[in-house]
Nanobody, 127 residues
Framework: QVQLVESGGGLVQAGGSLRLSCAAS????????MGWFRQAPGKEREFVVG????????NYADSVKGRFTVSRDNAKNTMYLQMNSLKPEDTAVYYC????????????????????WGQGTQVTVSS
């Protein structure tokens, strides 16, 4: 059974940093593109960043560009999201997601193009 498990969320002050992790189990995701999404209360799920299976191609939402950095360690079947200079508007539940094998295009922002989802981790940024 495929599982994606996020961790690393928490409460942080504005300007602070957090590092989220997404550990995959049940199969290897070394040839699957992955991504991070977030959902704030009363809002739709929002694309944050996508990363190609090799890590060579990434795509960031404008709202996080220059502050967030995605990476992945395929040997550990884990994806990371380093979040710096956090703002109160970054407060949301953060979800990791994975696409099917070698999907084209390699990076996607539409959540419907993802096949596997984690349960989410809460990130709260206080002002």
């Amino acid at each position: 059974q495929v599982q994606l498990v996020e961790s690393g969320g928490g409460l942080v002050q504005a300007g602070g940093s957090l590092r989220l992790s997404c550990a995959a189990s049940g199969r290897t995701f070394s040839r699957n593109s992955m991504g991070w999404f977030r959902q704030a209360p009363g809002k739709e799920r929002e694309f944050v960043v996508g990363i190609m299976w090799s890590g060579g191609v990434t795509n960031y939402a404008d709202s996080v560009k220059g502050r967030f950095t995605v990476s992945r360690d395929n040997a550990k079947n884990t994806m990371y999201l380093q979040m710096n200079s956090l703002k109160p508007e970054d407060t949301a539940v953060y979800y990791c997601a994975a696409r099917s094998y070698e999907s084209i295009p390699p990076v996607a922002s539409n959540p419907r193009m993802y096949d596997y989802w984690g349960q989410g981790t809460q990130v709260t940024v206080s002002s």
